[in-house]
């Protein structure tokens, strides 16, 4: 079974930073696409960055562009969001998501809670 | 880019059909066939239903079906079942570069 495992989450100040982890098992990220997607409190699903592969492109929402950066370890089968200038509205649960720029998500993790204070 | 247009509330008793709209533009929906929709229940990630309009994955009933007309694509669960009560995301592509999510509708089964 492809299974998505996700830690990094928690609690930071405004103009932070935080890094979220996502580990696959079950496939070779080597050979899939990853998407990151959010979703504030109460709200709806808003995707926000996009790794794909063998080159590691990456796409990003104009909410996030210049202060998140999404990579990847192939060795170490895990995908990675680097979240820097965190503001209030990044408060939300994250989600990783196997899937490319046709279908956002096949798989998905289990959701990291970041909160953002001031 | 704008989000996707979704009814955010849409009820049905079981047994009935229900059919859940997602209205975009010609720059996402209309332009081409990579239209998903996802079920999520409350504190639990999404899952698949649907991908490229109409295609069921491996283990999602056949109660599930997808359309696409111009630039609105609709999602009908037939069969209506109490465990089908749940939020419900259409998502599309735009151009090579980015995707763009509805806001979601919530079905409740009366």
């Known amino acids: 079974d492809v299974q998505l495992m996700q830690s990094g989450g928690g609690m930071v100040q405004r103009g932070g930073s935080l890094r979220l982890s996502c580990e696959v098992s079950?496939?070779?990220?080597?050979?899939?696409?990853m998407n990151w997607v959010r979703q504030a409190p109460g709200k709806g699903l808003e995707w926000i960055a996009h790794?794909?592969?063998?080159?590691?492109?990456?796409y990003y929402a104009a909410s996030v562009e210049g202060r998140f950066t999404v990579s990847r370890d192939n060795a170490k089968n895990s995908v990675f969001l680097q979240m820097d200038n965190l503001k209030n509205e990044d408060t939300a649960v994250y989600y990783c998501?196997?899937?490319?720029?046709?279908?956002?998500?096949?798989?998905w993790g289990q959701g990291s809670l970041v909160t953002v204070s001031s | 880019q704008s989000a996707l247009t979704q009814p955010p509330s849409v009820s049905g008793s079981p047994g009935q059909s229900v059919t859940l709209s997602c209205t975009g533009s010609?720059?996402?929906?209309?332009?081409?066939?990579?239209v998903s929709w996802y079920q999520q229940y409350p504190g639990a990630a999404p899952k698949l239903l649907l991908s490229?309009?109409?295609n069921r994955p491996s283990g999602v009933p056949d109660r599930f079906s997808g359309s696409k007309s111009g630039n609105t694509a609709s999602l009908t669960i037939s069969g209506l079942q109490p465990e089908d009560e749940a939020d419900y995301y259409c998502?599309?592509?735009?151009?090579?570069?980015?995707?763009?999510f509805g806001g979601g509708t919530k079905l409740t089964v009366l």
């Open positions: 998501a196997r899937g490319g720029l046709t279908t956002v998500g096949y798989y």
């Open positions: 490229e309009v109409s």
């Open positions: 998502c599309a592509s735009i151009g090579d570069t980015s995707l763009v």
């Open positions: 790794i794909s592969t063998p080159t590691p492109f990456t």
């Open positions: 079950g496939l070779e990220l080597r050979t899939v696409t």
């Open positions: 010609s720059r996402d929906i209309g332009a081409h066939k990579y």
